[in-house]
């Protein structure tokens, strides 16, 4: 099993739709989460750290279930510039983070 | 800030030749890693330092990969002698906490082939 697994995808939506990713992870001692966008030909940068209460940030809301060692992202009315790989991104506290190998998503006209 | 800076950008060599990646993280992040992307494999760590201490490599492929650190803003990615599976993305990225806690500051990356 992996140590994070996400959906590849793609999901393709249209504009102003709303999407949801998951992600799960095997190790239960984990302690930090994130959500990272990688646009093609570009590197990941942080979209935004998840937190154990739920956590928003304009459209996007993001949401850890310890109890099940999963997280999502949610995307409302999505955008042509959502489109991007996002990456699901664990860390165990201390020396080692992992990343998952991503969900491509397609914002389409 | 100028954030993680990388070069060059593009390399294409030979193989067998010697390819050096270089990496200036952000002034004040004590936390330096080395991540090489490619299409089946994903990303994968090849190394960080802490403080310029290699804390971990044991992502390095095998002995012809070497990094080192020689001071807080500077960090070199070696390749010797190069072979055409090292074709690949590789990113350096740095970070305030120990082992990326608070999460990372990618550089643009340098896009390797080896030909």
């Known amino acids: 099993r992996k140590e994070v697994e996400q959906d590849p995808g793609p999901f393709n939506v249209p504009e102003g739709a709303t999407v949801a990713f998951n992600c799960t992870y095997s190790?239960?001692?984990?302690?930090?989460f994130f959500w990272y966008r990688q646009d093609c030909r570009k590197e990941p940068k942080l979209l935004m750290s998840?937190?154990?209460s739920g956590n928003e940030d304009g459209r996007f809301t993001a949401q850890l279930n310890r109890a099940s060692q999963y997280i999502s992202l949610l995307i409302r009315d999505s955008k042509l510039s959502d489109s991007a790989t996002y990456l699901c991104?664990?860390?165990?506290?201390?020396?080692?983070?992992?990343f998952g190998a991503g969900t491509r998503l397609f914002v389409k006209a | 800030d100028a954030g993680v800076i990388q070069s060059p950008r593009h390399e294409v060599t030979e193989m067998g030749q010697e390819v050096t990646l270089r990496c200036k993280p952000i002034?004040?992040?004590?936390?330096l890693f080395w991540y090489r992307q490619t299409m089946m494999r994903g990303l994968e760590l090849l190394i960080y330092?802490?403080?310029?201490?290699?804390?971990?490599d044991s992502g390095m492929p095998e002995d012809r990969f070497s990094a080192k650190m020689p001071n807080a803003s500077f960090s070199t990615l070696k390749i010797q002698p190069s072979e055409p599976r090292d074709s690949a993305v590789y990113f350096c990225?740095?970070?305030?906490?120990?082992?990326?806690?608070?999460?990372?500051?990618f550089g643009s990356g340098t896009r390797l082939t080896v030909v």
């Open positions: 990225a740095s970070s305030l906490a120990l082992g990326g806690l608070y999460g990372y500051t």
């Open positions: 190790n239960s001692a984990s302690q930090s």
């Open positions: 998840v937190y154990s």
């Open positions: 991104v664990v860390n165990d506290g201390g020396f080692k983070t992992i």
């Open positions: 002034s004040g992040h004590n936390s």
């Open positions: 330092f802490n403080n310029n201490v290699p804390i971990d």
